[in-house]
């Protein structure tokens, strides 16, 4: 049988990957302070790279967080670029990433992001945005799939008081739900601020009863009630399917609404169980130190046991994201 050409690169990833086993095999041992480096290592689940090559890589910050003109003044003398924040990473224990398309400043153009994680492909797991707006959806999914390194596909947009959103469960978009569950793709969810109401999680509930073997990954865990998960989000819990993101934004909304990030944290384990969250930084986009961000997040898993911890940090992110 004819492998495609999604299936040959898998194949020479686990190749790729069984040879560096055996290679690890002839190594000595970690001992003491290294030893513990790599068992704190951390995975970020949610970055935003981004380029200053504005003539290979056009920007759109139609909608982008910041006013235009500071928002292209951040791009050109502060770009997200892999030499930057590989950086951080190492100086935080960071093994490796999710690098989300950033819709802030490329929208559905994917090309930088695949374009890195072509360049790095032991560090950058690529996460991309398909649009239901698109014809040529479902081909583009399929032809990228084939031919690129996909981890997720990313639905994003805005929301108002309704289970009827068309960017997420339009018929153009349940063809991108089938595509992707066809492919075996997580499909991720940005419901953009200001928020929607407990309705938009609601259809998050439906498609999980359309696609039940698709993996669903819930950004900035689908986005807070009143700084809190509401019954709409416990309501998922039955869901295994269902993953959720603990970015700094939810961190930061905690924080500021006085709660306390170890106890929802705690709470959230409590209820979905140690498996179905991981954190993610959403650097690039929030504009914090990165070593802070990744501080907040240590300090939100305080009540968690050591297993737990290393799940939600690490290993949960590392083995949801595949390319």
Not at 42 to 49: A, E, W
Not at 127 to 142: K, M, T, Y
């Amino acid at each position: 049988m004819a492998l495609t050409t999604r299936q040959l690169s898998r194949r020479a990833v686990l190749a790729g990957a069984c040879a560096m086993t055996a290679a690890c095999a002839v190594r000595p041992s970690l001992s003491g302070a290294a030893a513990n480096a790599e068992a704190d290592a951390l995975y970020d689940s949610h970055l935003h790279f981004f380029s200053n090559d504005i003539a290979r890589y056009p920007i759109d910050p139609r909608n982008a967080r910041e006013p235009e003109d500071i928002f292209r003044a951040r791009i050109m003398t502060d770009p997200g670029t892999p030499e930057k924040i590989f950086a951080l990473w190492q100086a935080s224990g960071i093994s490796a990433g999710t690098g989300v398309q950033y819709s802030g400043a490329y929208k559905t153009d994917n090309s930088y992001v695949l374009d890195m994680a072509d360049r790095f492909p032991g560090k950058i797991r690529p996460e991309i945005i398909i649009s239901a707006r698109d014809p040529e959806a479902v081909s583009h999914l399929r032809g990228f799939a084939g031919s690129r390194r996909v981890a997720a596909v990313r639905l994003t947009g805005f929301v108002d008081a309704t289970e009827d959103i068309s960017w997420l469960n339009s018929p153009a978009a349940l063809d991108i739900w089938g595509a992707a569950n066809a492919l075996g793709l997580p499909v991720a969810i940005t419901f953009l601020p200001p928020k929607g109401a407990s309705q938009s999680l609601s259809a998050i509930k439906t498609l999980a009863d359309r696609f039940p073997d698709c993996t669903i990954i819930l950004e900035h865990f689908g986005r807070l009630v009143d700084s809190d998960l509401a019954p709409v989000h416990v309501a998922l819990a039955p869901y295994r399917k269902i993953h959720f993101k603990l970015t700094t934004n939810v961190i930061d909304e905690l924080k500021e609404s006085g709660r306390s990030t170890a106890d929802f944290t705690r709470r959230a384990v409590n209820i979905y169980g140690p498996d179905r969250i991981m954190w993610g930084s959403d650097f690039g986009n929030t504009l914090r130190p990165y070593a802070d961000m990744v501080a907040d997040a240590r300090a939100a898993c305080a009540q968690l046991t050591e297993t737990e911890r290393r799940r939600l940090l690490h290993d949960n992110g590392n083995a949801m994201f595949k390319a």
